[in-house]
């Protein structure tokens, strides 16, 4: 199974906004709602930001906000903050009855 | 709260085998799967397999000749061996925690660095 495709990276100025993202195939992105998006910041372990495509896990912040059309779901951050620098990672269900992770985005805050 | 704690031999010579565990504190094994994530230096997540607590494997097929997951129901945790390793082994290696489709509850990685 190939790695989802991610843009390498994103940037934006505080406040701004800006979407990542992560293109698949039908047998993964396209035939599923179950993508998920993962914030890492160096040296530390991935958390949740988003599960099945749009779900918020407890004690995430609204700024972050997920969609999907066909093969591609994305990630938006609203009003971008320093703190939002990190790596970010989708991840999908597959046929196989496994997972595929995206190629990861490291978004800059300008 | 559930806790993953995960321990095993962080330098090994290519060729051996990859051995290692994972706990699970404050919370049962049952009705969840576990998977195992690697990230080589640098580099982007990789998903390594998933196990129930039946026992039911399932891998990435690019992995699947040299990976071997097990459970430990008894113990309440999981296990990871990986043989024939090589330099592109070199990774931190996670374990973690299937809420749904999707991992919750991470354990805090192991470097695990192949080198002769």
């Known amino acids: 199974q190939s790695a989802l495709t991610q843009p390498a990276s994103v940037s934006g100025s505080p406040g701004q906004s800006i979407t990542i993202s992560c293109t698949g195939s039908?047998?993964?992105?396209?035939?599923?709602?179950?993508v998920s998006w993962y914030q890492q910041h160096p040296g530390k372990v991935p958390k949740v930001l988003i599960y099945?495509?749009?779900i918020r896990p407890s004690g995430i912040s609204n700024r972050f906000s997920g969609s999907k059309s066909g093969n591609t779901a994305s990630l938006t951050i609203s009003g971008l903050q320093t703190e939002d620098e990190a790596d970010y990672y989708c991840?999908?269900?597959?046929?196989?009855?496994?997972?595929?992770f995206g190629t990861g985005t490291k978004v800059t805050v300008l | 709260h559930v806790q993953l704690q995960q321990w095993g031999a962080g330098l090994l010579k290519p060729s051996e085998t990859l051995s290692l565990t994972c706990a699970v504190h404050?919370?049962?094994?049952?009705?969840?799967?576990w998977s195992w994530v690697r990230q080589p230096p640098g580099k982007g997540l990789e998903w390594i397999g998933q196990?129930?607590?039946?026992?039911?494997?399932s891998y990435n097929p690019s992995l699947r000749s040299r990976v071997t997951i097990s459970i430990d129901t008894s113990k309440n945790q999981f296990s990871l061996r990986l043989s024939s390793v090589a330099a592109a082994d070199t990774a931190v290696y996670y374990c973690?925690?299937?809420?749904?489709?999707?991992?919750?509850?991470w354990g805090q990685g192991t470097l695990v660095t192949v080198s002769s």
């Open positions: 973690a925690r299937h809420g749904g489709y999707y991992q919750d509850y």
């Open positions: 404050g919370g049962s094994l049952s009705g969840y799967y």
């Open positions: 196990i129930n607590h039946y026992g039911s494997t």
């Open positions: 039908s047998s993964d992105v396209g035939g599923y709602n179950h």
């Open positions: 099945d495509v749009t």
């Open positions: 991840n999908s269900y597959t046929s196989g009855n496994g997972y595929v």
